[in-house]
């Protein structure tokens, strides 16, 4: 049997207030094209299938999409909730979709049933275990003294051993979300740290050929049977450069045969670009990422105006800026001799020209500042 693992589409999700739904339903619709091309039996989807509880209208839309385009290519789908999904939303209509080869995995009480799947070896029980928050599912899973993810992963993965005691020979498969010991994070995930304890050790899955980790956004193996394969896009300047990729995985009779990663591409690159504005609007050497996804940082001393706008005529696709210019600064005076003898106002243009890195406030900024700093006089002769 072969295997699709992904996760962490997050559906939805945005780059700086930009919109990636194109992007996202790109790479996702692609897999349907793997499918075909590897003989796909089985695509799983480890969490975060949705970037937020209550996903949009349009974000709703892609997931139809998708899911029909991995059916029509001939896969069955096993997906589970991540932290960011909402488990009962995500689980509406499971039933139905079941019966369509789309199988959501969304309960906590249902954890050790399994969806069985066959080859000419026998059967293939494969388990989605949503993410367990541990205040709730300790209740759920009958392990009240469970206040740690390891420990409601570990009382969740007994239940799983267990239902497999009684399918001796069946060969399996876990879909988790979790942070597991030995995996890097990246700066897109969402902390799922409970007082301090997230980390999951990776023998709390012994027992089982292959556990398919989603939560973590780089693409790694935990051991060669634990694995994450990432996001399917990059979702923050963090990931710039990093290759997006899912990992499939043949079962043979005797359980885990081979893992082998299938690279995906890349709809609009993300790219980082520091120096001084000018030089970033001029240099020929940017024009290699004239249409990424562009992350500016500058390093002018004195902070640019209309800095975003510039830089898009550049780079159209310009969705965050940063300004780490240092100001040029020759006094050498201390603080208490630069405000000897000078009058509020001029005091107060000095701090609105040192927070806006050296740009002076314009005559009518002067004008309000001089108002405001009257009406503080007036107001503290009345006292």
């Not at 997006?244 to 993300?270: C, H, I, N, S, Y």
Request: charged share 25%; proline share 5%; hydrophobic share 40%.
């Amino acid at each position: 049997m072969r295997l699709l693992h992904t996760s962490d589409w997050h559906v939805g999700r945005s780059l700086h207030g930009t919109d990636l739904l194109a992007e996202q339903e790109a790479v996702l619709s692609g897999l349907a094209a793997v499918v075909r091309a590897e003989g796909v039996d089985v695509v799983v989807v480890a969490g975060d299938v949705y970037d937020r509880a209550v996903p949009s209208a349009d974000a709703t839309g892609v997931l139809d999409r998708v899911l029909s385009r991995l059916r029509g290519a001939g896969a069955t789908v096993v997906l589970t909730p991540g932290n960011h999904d909402s488990a009962r939303r995500l689980g509406f209509a499971s039933g139905l979709l079941a019966v369509s080869g789309v199988h959501v995995r969304a309960t906590t009480a249902s954890l050790d049933e399994p969806v069985l799947l066959a080859d000419e070896h026998g059967e293939v029980a494969v388990y989605g275990l949503p993410f367990l928050e541990p205040e709730v599912a300790r209740h759920e899973l009958g392990a009240d003294l469970a206040r740690s993810h390891q420990a409601v992963l570990s009382a969740a993965m007994e239940k799983v051993r267990t239902d497999l005691y009684f399918r001796p020979g069946v060969r399996s498969v876990v879909l988790a979300h979790a942070f597991v010991q030995g995996g890097l994070p990246s700066d897109s995930e969402r902390d799922i740290a409970v007082g301090g304890v997230d980390v999951v050790s990776a023998s709390v899955f012994d027992g089982v050929d292959y556990v398919a980790l989603g939560h973590l956004h780089r693409p790694q193996t935990v051991t060669p049977r634990v694995r994450y394969s990432g996001s399917p896009l990059p979702y923050s300047f963090g990931e710039a450069g990093q290759r997006k990729q899912v990992w499939l995985v043949d079962l043979d009779a005797e359980g885990l045969a081979e893992v082998r990663p299938v690279a995906l591409p890349t709809p609009r690159r993300l790219s980082v670009v520091t120096g001084e504005l000018a030089e970033l609007l001029a240099d020929p050497a940017h024009e290699a990422v004239a249409d990424d996804f562009v992350s500016a940082r500058l390093t002018d001393p004195v902070r640019p105006t209309d800095a975003m706008r510039r830089l898009r005529a550049r780079f159209p696709h310009c969705v965050h800026l940063e300004w780490a210019g240092t100001p040029r600064d020759d006094d050498t005076r201390s603080y208490t001799d630069r405000l000897r003898g000078r009058d509020d106002l001029s005091v107060a243009d000095e701090f609105v020209r040192h927070v806006r890195g050296g740009v002076a406030p314009s005559a009518a900024e002067r004008e309000l500042l001089g108002r405001a700093l009257a009406a503080a006089d007036r107001e503290e002769v009345t006292r």
